[in-house]
């Protein structure tokens, strides 16, 4: 698979847990309507997911993350 769509599926992937978790969580605890729980899970979910990138190198392309819990980029 190429590191471009690692990268994408890695980004999907890492949304779609924390959205979920978060669309969970409120929801059990706050009395909002859908929409408005939708939003934001979707708003928590962007902030704290981690960013996959593919680097191109000397070596070839590399996937890379980001996340705002650790210091710098991190290869996968």
């Given at each position: ?37 939708a939003v934001t899970s979707a ?32 290869e996968i």
């Open positions: 698979m190429k590191p471009k769509y690692k990268a994408l599926l890695f980004n999907f992937i890492a949304f779609v847990v924390l959205f979920l978790i978060a669309r969970l969580v409120l929801g059990y605890y706050l009395p909002i309507s859908p929409i408005f729980l708003i928590i979910a962007n902030i704290l997911a981690p960013k996959f990138g593919a680097i191109k190198t000397d070596e070839g392309e590399r996937v890379l993350m980001k996340w705002i819990f650790i210091k710098g980029m991190r």
